[in-house]
């Protein structure tokens, strides 16, 4: 019985051997056969697969927590991940967006890992106002502009090949920030995940609680932490500290007197608060906020840069069709005003249904997770490319 069992032990042993082989052999001499076996172990990594084949066909990464000079003059923190071979690679600027997982979240360590084996230098930015206090800072966009300069110039990375990815509000953060003169030359992709097309457009949503439609709108019941996010930016667009404890009373289901002698601006933010009835509604509200808050909610919006993004950068998008933070009709605008306004734009876009806003669904059926990656694959393929490029 234990020879038996020895003999099938070492046909195993020799069966997994011969596949290393096959699979080294495959990886070194053919580039696009190499890049969908990474691709395809990319997305059973981030997925919740029973396999995990990374580990197999690649070494462990490292983490590095560094620091650079932000563009408003302070100290900005970042985590690295890279495999320490000494190589050049391609670089990708990750940003997690507001409220949005730390540093040594397991899923934020996974995706860092995974980049990683798949051959790029992943950085994730950390940012002290979106990220821990779950509000809107326009300023986080020239931010991000010095974290991808900084890491285009780092020794382990080949600035002909960089990227930018977000999540959520991070992923219009992104879009913005590609748009930037001193980087948008240099950005070979972004990947939007979950993001917005409109600023203002998601603030009358969000007022109204209907999601905007091709034809019409719809009811949506608005997740706990984006109402949270916008309550934050209506509340700041108030000058008044007395008006803005009136505000924060009614954002916790409190009233206020409408008889009330205020500006017209304090008075439209406290009805958005409140919450409209109808989108029409929400938008006339929005039009009588400050000059100074509509400004700003313009420029975090991806629709007032679209003119400016490179002719170089291949643009990847993708939505979860049921994601309840960020409805996918603002996907599906930004994709439609890519492929109108500018044709000369590499754009591809991904709807699927495996996730809860950005983060993997466990909870899903096996038909639905293999669809799910498939999707995910070809999502990914072209950028995975990006990495498997030799260095220049």
Known sequence: MLRTLGRIAYRWYLISIVAGVAIVAVLTLF?????????AAFAAQVLPSPVKIQP?????????KISFQRDDGTEGQADVYVIPDGKRRAGVLIFLGA???GADDPDVINLGQALAR????????????MGERAQIDAGEIGNLVAALEHLREEEYVDPARIGI???????????VAAADPRIAQDIAFVNAFGGYYDTADLVVQIAAGRAMEDRGDKAWEVDRL?????????????DDPAHQETARAIAGGGEYDANERIPLSTEAAFALLAGVGYIGEARWRHGQLTERFRAEVDSIAPSHHVGQWSANTAMRVMHDVGDPLIPVGESRRLVDALREQRPDVEVYY???????????????????????????????????????????
């Open 31 to 39: 580039r696009p056969a190499g890049t969908a076996i990474h691709t």
């Open 165 to 175: 990815a977000g999540f959520s509000v991070g992923a219009s953060f992104a879009l």
């Open 99 to 101: 409220n949005a997982a």
């Open 226 to 238: 984006t109402r949270r996010v916008y309550n934050n930016m209506l509340i700041d667009s108030i």
């Open 350 to 392: 991904t709807e699927t249904d495996i996730f809860r806003h950005v983060r993997p669904d466990a909870d899903r059926d096996l038909k639905s997770l293999l669809r799910g990656a498939w999707q995910l694959f070809r999502h990914m393929y072209h950028i995975v490319a990006v990495a498997r490029q030799p260095a220049v």
């Open 56 to 64: 197999w066909i690649t070494v462990e990464p490292e983490r590095r």
């Open 118 to 129: 798949t051959g790029f230098a992943a950085m994730f930015y950390w940012s002290p106002t």
